[in-house]
């Protein structure tokens, strides 16, 4: 059986409007991740930016079929993949790009299929809304890589997602972290200062990758409870993952409040395999999640 997907109708139904007359050509889509039962959900559009030389030759991009045929298509690829990767950095937990969108004639959206693949790697299962300027028609399809890429048709419907709730949760823990750089140690020598600071870099994204794991691994030992109220009392949860989020929300609830309840201080210790000087800081964990269905599991 097809998998099929919804798109939030409110946005979409007016985007061939919003469109007109401006140099947008290209843009994610942003949305749920596809899995075994269904394709995303998506809720809204977001316009990839001109490329710094567009910008600067006042040339906006206005064919993307003959830019992604060109020698600057591995440069567009790159610009909108990390356009993709900022763009995850900003949304809320539940969200995130599950695909692109174009405006291209109907007749030319197939053709579009193997190059669009650089910029679709890593998005699982993307769509793709191809706009017509001609006709001002919306189309939905479905792009698969692999030997052949192809897009066929994709099946999808409006939704108003009038169950979506929020989740949020802002959360105090110590975090006891190695420090990253040692004042005592001395500069190496022949390293170039851009070696130097990649070096950081890397340092500085593995201690980033540690913490959050640490984090979460000790949120998960928490109680957890919740309100629909910013202040006020709470439910605590007993079980986490068995009953659906309906059981826990009130129907006319679209926010709620999850806190994480431990005896005493939330500590947070990131590993420290070269028993660097460590330090110890308060830090608010603050996460918001977007979950467009109540049926699914808490």
Known sequence: MARKGTYYGPFFESFAVSLHGTPIRFGLLIGTKADDTRLSDVIFAAATPPRPDDLLLDQPVRDIPALLKSKAAADFAQWASQ??????????????????????????????????????????????????????K????????????????????ADSYKEALLLWTATPVDLVAPCTVDQAEEPEPDVSSGDADSRA??????????????????????????????????????????????????????????????????????????????????????????????????
């Open 138 to 157: 919306l189309s939905w399809w479905q792009h698969s890589g692999g030997v052949k890429p192809a897009m066929r048709p994709a099946t999808v419907k």
């Open 83 to 136: 356009h993709a990767a900022a763009v995850h950095k900003m949304l809320p937990g539940g969200l995130e790009p599950c695909g692109c969108f174009a405006v291209v004639a109907e007749n030319a959206a197939r053709d579009m299929a193997p190059l669009l693949v650089p910029i679709l790697r890593g998005i699982a299962d993307p769509l793709v809304l191809t706009l017509d300027t001609q006709s001002q």
């Open 201 to 298: 870099a890397v340092r500085a994204e593995t201690l980033g990758a540690d913490v959050e794991r640490e984090v979460a691994e000790v949120l998960n030992t928490c109680k957890v409870g919740v309100s629909p109220a910013q202040a006020g009392s709470l439910d605590v949860l007993d079980e986490i993952g068995d009953e659906p989020v309906s059981s826990a929300v009130p129907k006319y609830c679209d926010q709620l409040r999850v806190s994480f309840l431990h005896s005493g201080s939330i500590l947070a210790m990131a590993p420290n395999p070269d028993d660097k000087p460590c330090i110890r800081l308060r830090c608010l964990v603050a996460c918001t999640v977007l979950v467009l269905r109540r049926s699914v599991e808490l």
